[in-house]
């Protein structure tokens, strides 16, 4: 399985590109998507919220929170256990956990926080970012340019096991 993750402020971008690339690749791949929760403030399968905009992608989703993962289980799984029950995909793309040792994509829009960047291996940004104020040694992606990004991480993704 492939494994990439998405980093960045919140209404930075993140759910709309996980989305687009979603759509890319679900007419001939599968893609298993896993939402970090920290707060356990997740409103499931709710119209227009994260979970079910995955959900219409045609990936596979599992919003993982403290308290539950959203596979319904009564309890919190780790990742290795989650990813274990999704089975084979072809990608997992994981919004948050920036502890991970995956591949990162840091999504900025309005403003960049340089919080992200020790996690970060490339930046997605849209023109509201000031490209002269972005540190020169990390890639710079387009935002709204979906294809763009699937080749980066066609090119970095990480098998993971």
Known sequence: MKAIAFSGNSN???????????????PTKRVCIIKHDPKN????????????????????IAILSPSQTTLRFHQGLNLESLIQKFGD?????????KELPLPRICVARGIFDERFLPFSNALAIDDSINRDLLPKNIPLLNL??????????????KDYK
């Open 144 to 157: 709204n340019n979906p294809q763009e990004i699937l080749n980066w991480i066609n090119i970095n993704i």
């Open 12 to 26: 930075s971008g993140k759910t709309t590109l996980i989305q687009k690339l979603s759509l890319l690749l679900t």
């Open 41 to 60: 403030k997740a409103s499931i399968d709710t119209e227009g919220k994260d979970s079910d905009i995955f959900y219409k992608t045609g990936a596979d």
């Open 89 to 97: 995909c072809d990608y997992l793309f994981v919004e948050g956990l």
